[in-house]
């Protein structure tokens, strides 16, 4: 809907990347391992849920000025956004998206909207 140039998913199990295609005809799906040229990258994996996780993917020609996103919002920093970081890039955790999901299920279970004002942003930015 946001008309991105490509998307490009890899999956350390092929097949459910192929399966996406069935619902999303316009992917593109490289094999897990293959670094694309890319401007925002998502890591939406289990790996760095440990604090030793590291995906073993080679980001040192990627370039700077890139994206990293990580699902995870614990440890604040995975291996992967310290990677980016280290290639001066812009990195961000998923922390924001845990809040949000949590503001609209609390939505549906209660029926209104909780309050994210200024004190609960920084309580949440204190990490």
Same mark, same amino acid.
């Given at each position: 809907?946001?008309?991105?140039?490509?998307?490009?998913?890899?999956?350390?199990?092929?097949?459910?990347?192929?399966?996406?295609?069935?619902?999303?005809?316009?992917?593109?799906? +490289?094999?897990?391992?293959? +670094?694309?040229?890319?401007?925002?990258?998502?890591?939406?994996?289990?790996?760095?849920?440990?604090?030793?996780?590291?995906?073993?993917?080679?980001?040192?020609?990627?370039?700077?000025?890139?994206?990293?996103?990580? +699902?995870?919002?614990?440890?604040?920093?995975?291996?992967?956004?310290?990677?980016?970081?280290?290639?001066?890039?812009?990195?961000?955790?998923?922390?924001?998206?845990?809040?949000?999901?949590?503001?609209?299920?609390?939505?549906?279970?209660?029926?209104?909207?909780?309050?994210?004002?200024?004190? +609960?942003?920084?309580?949440?930015?204190?990490?």
């Amino acid at each position: 809907k946001m008309k991105v140039s490509k998307i490009t998913i890899s999956n350390r199990t092929k097949n459910k990347a192929e399966g996406l295609k069935n619902l999303f005809k316009d992917l593109n799906i +490289v094999d897990w391992g293959v +670094v694309p040229h890319f401007d925002i990258i998502i890591n939406a994996t289990s790996i760095g849920l440990d604090k030793d996780d590291v995906i073993n993917l080679d980001f040192s020609n990627s370039g700077k000025d890139k994206f990293f996103y990580d +699902v995870i919002y614990n440890p604040s920093e995975t291996n992967f956004l310290k990677t980016g970081k280290k290639f001066n890039n812009k990195i961000c955790n998923g922390k924001w998206m845990f809040v949000y999901q949590a503001y609209y299920a609390f939505k549906i279970w209660h029926n209104f909207f909780p309050i994210i004002d200024d004190d +609960v942003i920084k309580l949440l930015n204190d990490d």
